[in-house]
């Protein structure tokens, strides 16, 4: 395996490093005070306009949609290897990916739609996806069901004639906040009675289909994630025609797995980044602040953290490299335990970093004024997110025990 960069992937760096440093530092705050601003006024869930106005700049230099593989609709996307270096520049801020149009739910969304969908469902909700010009949500989750087993997902969709009629209870819907959602993808049952890995379908519904109510947003940690949001939402006889299946009924797991592939690799490249940066800012704070007559830097147990930092992120980096390779050279099933062990090192790698770094902030580390307290609230997430740790591990622990 060879994981040098090629000529592009270090061309693409060199951009977005520089993008990084010219708009998506200097803005992050504005940010903040813009969504904090929305709320004051009475509705955080407007979108951002420090976000808009940094779309087009990143569409002129060339870095949009660059996550989308083998698609003539976006020509300009990378394999997994290609794209796992610049993800993770992405990562180390949690305001880059949606300016490059590289953000979940919206790429796992599109990927869904590219691989799974018919030609109209393209044209309708796949090209103004790759444009920026809506947003979407992916419905799978029940607050009733234990849904780290899919199996137990109980949203109904019924076939009536030419249309499905879809009931059920959906939570943690991310992005159905914003209110340039657009479309939904939704997981259920077509056919309870099938064996139990056909049972479930998928289903494309528009966000302004009669019988939809978002009942509430969620909190991560007391983060509502505001204007993206994690949302509750009720389907309420909520009828679409039956062209807006996709794929076809009982195929919902075969996309289910199609989709979490890569979706996990690219929320383990953003952990990389966003470890990178808590590193960095760590050693900042150790060097510039003096405790008991020296430079914090210079107490030995910090050595240890910033040493154990260091291998902890090139081993996930490591591992990520090599599981982006699996998934080019041999296809996402072939590469299902390198995807599940990076789905555990990444964000357990990260959370320890970045709570080492707040520990090195002092009050300051979990305080509004480092990103250090929201990305340890969301590597938390991410061991449940795309399945929990102890999913993962007994898939890893079946493999091995297989051979």
């Keep these: 395996m060879d994981f040098a960069y090629s000529k592009k992937v270090e061309d693409l760096r060199a951009r977005l490093l520089s993008f990084m440093d010219e708009h998506i530092y200097p803005n992050e705050q504005i940010f903040y005070e813009e969504i904090a601003?929305?709320?004051k006024n009475g509705n955080a869930w407007i979108p951002t306009q420090i976000i808009e106005d940094l779309k087009p700049k990143a569409q002129s230099a060339e870095l949009w949609n660059l996550f989308l593989p083998r698609s003539t609709r976006a020509p300009e996307g990378l394999n997994n290897l290609e794209y796992a270096p610049l993800c993770e520049i992405m990562g180390r801020s949690h305001i880059?990916?949606?300016?490059?149009?590289?953000?979940a739910p919206d790429t796992?969304?599109?990927?869904?739609?590219?691989?799974?969908?018919?030609?109209?469902?393209?044209?309708?909700?796949?090209?103004?996806?790759?444009?920026?010009?809506?947003?979407s949500a992916f419905l799978m989750t029940e607050p009733e069901a234990a849904s780290s087993d899919a199996t137990n997902i109980q949203c109904s969709i019924k076939k009536d004639g030419d249309h499905y009629i879809i009931n059920g209870r959906k939570w943690w819907s991310s992005g159905a906040g914003d209110?340039?959602?657009?479309?939904?993808?939704?997981?259920?049952?077509?056919?309870?009675?099938?064996?139990?890995?056909?049972?479930q379908s998928m289903i494309l519904v528009p966000r302004n289909t009669p019988g939809i109510n978002i009942v509430r947003s969620l909190?991560?940690?007391?983060?509502?994630?505001?204007?993206?949001?994690?949302?509750?939402?009720?389907l309420d006889n909520v009828r679409v025609p039956a062209t807006n299946i996709l794929l076809g009924e009982g195929r919902g797991f075969e996309i289910a797995q199609g989709r979490l592939g890569p979706g996990r690799i690219?929320?383990?490249?953003?952990?990389?980044?966003?470890?990178?940066?808590?590193?960095?800012?760590?050693?900042?704070?150790?060097?510039?602040?003096?405790?008991?007559?020296?430079?914090?830097?210079?107490?030995?147990?910090?050595?240890?953290?910033?040493?154990?930092?260091?291998?902890?992120?090139?081993?996930?980096?490591?591992?990520?490299?090599k599981a982006a390779h699996t998934m080019d050279v041999a296809g996402n099933k072939a590469a299902r335990a390198e995807i599940a062990m990076i789905k555990v090192v990444a964000p357990n790698m990260a959370g320890k970093i970045i709570d080492w770094a707040i520990q090195a902030h002092g009050g300051a580390g979990v305080s509004q004024d480092f990103e250090l307290a929201y990305n340890y609230a969301w590597q938390r997430i991410l061991r449940i997110a795309d399945g929990p740790d102890e999913v993962h591990r007994a898939a890893i622990a079946k493999i091995e025990l297989a051979k």
């Design 179 to 199: 209110p340039r959602c657009a479309i939904f993808i939704v997981m259920g049952k077509t056919d309870p009675e099938a064996p139990k890995h056909t049972q």
């Design 37 to 39: 601003s929305n709320r």
């Design 266 to 321: 690219h929320h383990c490249m953003r952990s990389i980044g966003a470890a990178e940066r808590a590193l960095e800012s760590m050693c900042k704070r150790l060097k510039e602040r003096v405790a008991f007559g020296k430079p914090i830097a210079d107490h030995s147990v910090w050595h240890e953290r910033i040493a154990e930092s260091r291998c902890l992120i090139d081993q996930a980096r490591l591992l990520t490299l």
């Design 96 to 103: 880059a990916p949606e300016v490059f149009n590289c953000n």
């Design 219 to 234: 909190s991560l940690f007391g983060y509502d994630d505001a204007p993206h949001g994690h949302m509750e939402v009720i």
């Design 108 to 135: 796992g969304n599109m990927e869904t739609i590219e691989r799974y969908g018919s030609e109209a469902q393209k044209d309708e909700w796949l090209e103004p996806l790759l444009k920026g010009k809506i947003r």
